[in-house]
């Protein structure tokens, strides 16, 4: 597939997973909601390997970066993600994704040393700007709502493990370790470390029954995890982590019409100026290497 396809299919499918994650919420506790999202996705991931003959043996060195991997990016990432959902609509959650296009663009100069772009850096503070002045009457309730703040806190903390695990996506994919085998032995490790974490913090594994949350479950796992993976994996690749992560600007603005539709976010004249110059920002830093697929 070009950038650009990958580019879009990682933006509609995550755009809308905030608000199904918001539906298993209402169903289990965070730490067995990703635990079972990843256990699925991992399942259905390594069931299509298999029918594509796919080889699933791979030298022991090359596990233990797929467990860094998949510890960062499948447990603690996600985890974080989900207790901040429980506590800051699904929108506000997806803002804090918009700054990994400047994080991962330090992270890539710190790690590998890769030359800063200052199309790339500009185009990101645009992003960051408009998605600031979007939730900015948000964000003014800070001081006065601590669950606010908390999730605020969570949220950042989720953006910083999901980009050191692009660091380690981008090294491990320079040492060929790449593939939907590599995605399925993450996601694996990722559900593993969960199971783990609910067993250890004695998190009773409870969870209310409805077709709302079995379809929310399945989408989150075989098109928010399984497909949307593959297809950002398969983009970081393309583009590099910088340019990968504007994906998480552009989700935002989908994510903030679900929420308007679905969770009665009020649209103001903030709301689209913010939007101007999150898409502003975003054409400024992807046009030449979407259109080119370099």
């Not at 298993?24 to 699925?40: D, E, K, M, N, Y």
């Not at 090294?171 to 370790?177: E, T």
């Not at 490790?189 to 067993?199: D, E, K, P, Q, S």
Request: aromatic share 12%.
């Amino acid at each position: 597939m070009s950038a650009a396809s990958l580019f879009a299919t990682c933006v509609l499918i995550w755009g809308t997973t905030w608000y199904a994650i918001t539906l298993q919420l209402a169903s289990t506790s965070p730490a067995v909601g990703v635990a079972l999202r990843f256990s699925l996705a991992a399942a259905l991931i390594f069931l299509w390997c298999i029918a594509r003959g796919h080889r699933l043996r791979l030298p022991r060195a090359t596990h233990a970066w797929l467990a860094l991997m998949g510890l960062l990016n499948f447990f603690v990432s996600y985890l974080f993600v989900y207790y901040a959902e429980q506590r800051i609509v699904s929108g506000l959650v997806a803002v804090g994704y918009s700054a990994m296009p400047l994080l991962n663009m330090a992270l890539s100069r710190l790690f590998f040393g890769t030359p800063m772009s200052g199309r790339v850096g500009l185009g990101g503070l645009l992003g960051v700007s408009g998605i600031a002045l979007i939730f900015w009457p948000e964000f003014a309730r800070f001081a006065a709502d601590a669950p606010l703040l908390a999730g605020a806190v969570l949220t950042a903390l989720a953006v910083l493990t999901s980009g050191l695990a692009n660091m380690v996506v981008t090294r491990n994919q320079s040492a060929g370790i790449d593939g939907w085998t590599a995605i399925a032995y993450a996601m694996a490790y990722g559900a593993l470390g969960t199971w783990a974490y609910v067993v250890l913090s004695g998190d009773p594994v409870r969870i209310v029954w409805s077709g709302r949350f079995v379809a929310a479950l399945f989408y989150l796992a075989a098109l928010g995890s399984a497909l949307a993976f593959g297809a950002y994996f398969a983009l970081l690749r393309q583009v590099g982590p910088a340019r990968a992560a504007y994906v998480g600007v552009m989700s935002t603005i989908v994510a903030l019409l679900v929420s308007a539709t679905l969770e009665g976010y009020d649209w103001t004249r903030a709301t689209m100026i913010g939007i101007a110059l999150a898409v502003a920002g975003n054409v400024l830093a992807l046009n030449r290497s979407v259109k080119s697929g370099a």
